[in-house]
């Protein structure tokens, strides 16, 4: 596949097929996150793949509550998905059948190995995910190039003492995302809904639009 039709398809499936990712699938998928670039190439990311059915409704018992307290908000203080937009509609149903996705891959960082620098600023510290999310992304990516659909979640971080238990995480590694990884049952979509370049990129000065020509929209 060429890659920007690769980038520019690969949304946030939430209807899986159920049948198997064949392992040697799943090996190429993980192989090329290796290849991501991380500070200092000291590759913190650690991935726990899971297929076992009881421990994905483990999973799913862990993600609901966080999941129904989201949607409990965004529809005005009591679950009433039906007057929500569609994506958090489908976003529900994917919640609600999290145990069937065939492969729910915990991703996991050893925070040694990541080097924030933007800890003493007084503010929310992201860079140390600098040297986690690319690794993720390249998955995600060759996923799509497999005919894989994949969803990124991270709610279940909420609740990282509990996952290490229960997927005998040591102390050193950290729960960062939850990857729902399957077959898609619909069509991957041709575009996504994104920001126009002239919204996100300034030239020279911020605030500044940076003039589009070309597929910018
Ligand atoms: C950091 C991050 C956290 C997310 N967490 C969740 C999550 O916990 N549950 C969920 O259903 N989707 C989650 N998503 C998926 C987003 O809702 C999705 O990427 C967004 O709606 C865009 O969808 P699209 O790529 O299909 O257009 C997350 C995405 C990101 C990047």
């Not at 991957?188 to 000065?205: M, Q, Y």
């Amino acid at each position: 596949m060429d890659l920007q039709d690769v980038i520019r398809s690969n949304n946030t499936c939430r209807y899986y097929r159920p049948d198997p990712v064949p392992d040697e699938v799943l090996e190429r998928v993980i192989s090329a996150a290796r290849f991501a670039p991380n500070g200092g190439n000291r590759q913190p990311v650690r991935f726990v793949v899971v297929r076992d059915a009881a421990t994905k409704e483990a999973l799913r018992d862990l993600y609901l509550p966080y999941w129904n307290a989201y949607i409990k908000a965004a529809s005005g203080g009591e679950i009433r998905v039906g007057i929500l937009p569609k994506a958090a509609r489908d976003a529900d149903t994917f919640a609600n059948h999290l145990h069937e996705v065939p492969v729910l891959l915990m991703v996991c960082a050893r925070l040694e190995d990541v080097h924030p620098t933007d800890h003493e600023l007084g503010r929310l510290s992201v860079v140390g995910g600098a040297s986690i999310y690319p690794a993720v992304q390249n998955l995600l990516l060759s996923c799509r190039e497999e005919g894989l659909g994949s969803a990124l979640t991270t709610l279940l971080c909420h609740e990282e003492p509990k996952i290490k238990e229960l997927l005998a995480i040591p102390e050193d590694i950290s729960v960062v995302a939850t990857l729902a990884i399957g077959y898609p049952e619909k069509p991957f979509p041709t575009r996504l809904s994104r920001r126009p370049v002239s919204e996100i990129a300034f030239l020279e000065r911020y605030g500044d639009p940076l003039p589009t020509r070309g597929d910018g929209s």
